[in-house]
């Protein structure tokens, strides 16, 4: 949920940039014609679509008049990370994890997660993943179906680019993330807990934190593993490379002081936003009401654009554009 919430934030912000443009307007024309104030129009977001689906949902959308992005994963740690995160989910306790554990429930996803990006990112057709003669066609194809594809380990660059990209300010990509668990235990044999998130009938579910064992890690380096995953080493490769080349066209220097920009202000974010109420607490304790748009996305979006405001006046953060 957290590219979910920034597309949410910056769905708010344009719409928020928008609608004042608006009310300039129509109070300048009104001033003009009668002396009356502007219309008392109401806050509205631009229409965004920011939970995960599949992309062919956006077949027909219209290229001039949107704008379509996504992030990729390295595969590896997508795998690992899904495996944990509904590890609990499973008829029989799997924590702490065994190498057999982790196996079943890795390959039992396999008609989702084997060549999951040409599974999900495809957006004009279907992508048949085991087709390896047409997997470089393939990425091609993906690739020119987007405005824009980043990459989560390279959050910050992703986020500078796609700043650039629509012409926004550092404020407008501002998140905040989940409260992680301050406790931790040293029991090689308990499970530790990551964050909670919030799941059916309200509940806090725990999100384990991924404990990667030498076995697993023995198998990610197997024929088998490398087989079930090189479709998305594949994919991930080319969004790469082609991050590099926007970053390159952009221009270096200009995408790296946004990327300062960007790392400073979230810092302060994080700072100044403490007392932000997410759905669960760090303790897993449900909280209502909470301070995000809508279920867990976009939390904390009233005090990120406070602290936002300050930006354009703090010395600090504007010495780090020159």
Known sequence: TLFAGITARIAERVGQKKLQQQQQQQSS??????????????????NARVM?????????????????????????ERVMHKAF????????PVLPMSL??????????????????F??????????????????????????????????????????????LLGLETQDVLFLQSPYVATATKDPTVSQ??????????ECREIPSPEITLDMKKWFHSEEFEAFIEADVLVYKAVNQSLDKTIDAIGRDRVQKA???????????KEACQNVRFPCSAAGKQQKPNDCFFSDVGC???????????????????????
Request: net charge positive; glycine share 6%.
């Open 29 to 46: 024309s009104s001033s003009e014609m009668d002396g009356g104030s502007g219309s008392n129009m109401t806050k509205k977001l631009c």
């Open 52 to 76: 995960p689906m599949r992309a062919r949902k956006f077949e027909k959308r219209s290229a001039h008049a949107s704008f379509l992005w996504s992030v990729v994963q390295e595969p590896v």
């Open 85 to 92: 995160h509904y590890a609990k989910l499973r008829k029989k």
């Open 100 to 117: 057999a554990d982790f196996q079943d429930i890795v390959l039992s996803f396999e008609t989702q997660d084997y060549g999951y990006y």
């Open 119 to 164: 599974r999900t990112l495809p957006v004009r057709r279907k992508l048949n993943p085991y087709n390896k003669d047409e997997r470089h066609l393939y990425v091609q194809e993906l690739l020119e179906s987007y405005d824009f594809v980043g990459v989560r380990e390279r959050l910050h660059e992703t986020l500078a680019v796609l700043q650039i």
């Open 193 to 202: 807990t990551d964050y909670y998130e919030q799941w059916n009938k309200g």
């Open 259 to 269: 990327v300062n920009q960007l790392k400073w202000a979230l810092d302060g974010a």
């Open 300 to 322: 904390g979006h009233e005090c990120l654009d406070q602290f936002g405001q300050s930006l354009s006046k703090n010395p600090k953060f504007q010495k780090l554009s020159q």
